[in-house]
């Protein structure tokens, strides 16, 4: 399976972005997909999970409130809707598609990765 993120860009703190991560290849409905940001200097980060149905979902406490992750299993294609975006929330952001059908935090599980896109925040 392939996975594209989009919907990156440039905002100010404050302001919002939704982004989206699509699947080809093969479907992503049965399994968990996840959400990580990888920011310069540091090293790839949990940020969201999603499990197969949609009806569960898994935030690291840094976005919690602010971030809300959804999918679309007709459409292949998973979201991260940012809201109140901050300085530190800056990075590439990554989805991928866990080995299982539960969300996890441990990237390990996560099989297939896609590019990222880029999101800046600025003040």
């Known amino acids: 399976v392939q996975l594209q993120a989009s919907g990156g860009g440039l905002v100010q703190a404050g302001g919002s972005l939704r982004l989206s991560c699509a699947a080809s290849?093969?479907?992503?409905?049965?399994?968990?997909v996840g959400w990580f940001r990888q920011a310069p200097g540091k090293d790839r980060e949990y940020i969201a999970a999603?499990?197969?149905?949609?009806?569960?979902?898994y935030y690291t406490d840094s976005v919690k409130g602010r971030f809300t992750v959804s999918r679309d299993n007709a459409k292949n294609t998973a979201f991260l809707e940012m809201n109140n975006l901050k300085n530190e929330d800056t990075g590439i952001y990554l989805c991928?598609?866990?080995?299982?059908?539960?969300?996890?935090?441990?990237?390990?599980?996560?099989?297939?990765w896609g590019q990222g896109t880029q999101v800046t925040v600025s003040s």
């Open positions: 290849g093969r479907t992503l409905s049965g399994y968990a």
């Open positions: 999603i499990n197969w149905s949609g009806r569960s979902t």
């Open positions: 991928a598609r866990d080995r299982r059908c539960t969300g996890s935090p441990t990237l390990a599980l996560y099989d297939f």
